[in-house]
């Protein structure tokens, strides 16, 4: 099982990206899928998660600004990034939290860092 992640970039205070995560491998069943930022020197933070039954957590300082969603058939999760301040600049991790298939227990699943950085 690997996530793939991708859309992170170089952009100015105000614009916008999307950051997208595919799960692929032998999934029995997805049960959550997020996004965390990490700086250097700091502890990984949670940005955003949507959990299998549709419901939705933010972390308090991108709430009006990020929306996440997710493509089940696809086991995609995807991250809209708006009103960008310098401040999200860090290293987004998707994670996945899945049932593998032949197995009942939960497994939690990272995929490699995308880099966003916002510019003064």
């Known amino acids: 099982v690997q996530l793939q992640a991708s859309g992170g970039g170089l952009v100015q205070t105000g614009d916008s990206l999307r950051l997208s995560c595919n799960a692929s491998?032998?999934?029995?069943?997805?049960?959550?899928m997020g996004w965390y930022r990490q700086n250097l020197g700091k502890e990984r933070e949670l940005v955003g998660v949507?959990?299998?039954?549709?419901?939705?957590r933010y972390e308090d300082s991108v709430k009006g600004r990020f929306t996440i969603s997710r493509d089940g058939a696809e086991n995609t999760v995807r991250l809209q990034m708006n009103s960008l301040k310098p401040e999200d600049t860090a290293v987004y991790y998707c994670?996945?939290?899945?049932?593998?298939?032949?197995?009942?227990?939960?497994?939690?699943?990272w995929g490699q860092g995308t880099q966003v950085t916002v510019s003064s």
């Open positions: 994670k996945a939290s899945v049932v593998l298939q032949g197995t009942f227990s939960p497994h939690d699943i």
């Open positions: 491998g032998s999934i029995f069943r997805v049960n959550a």
């Open positions: 949507i959990f299998r039954d549709g419901e939705i």
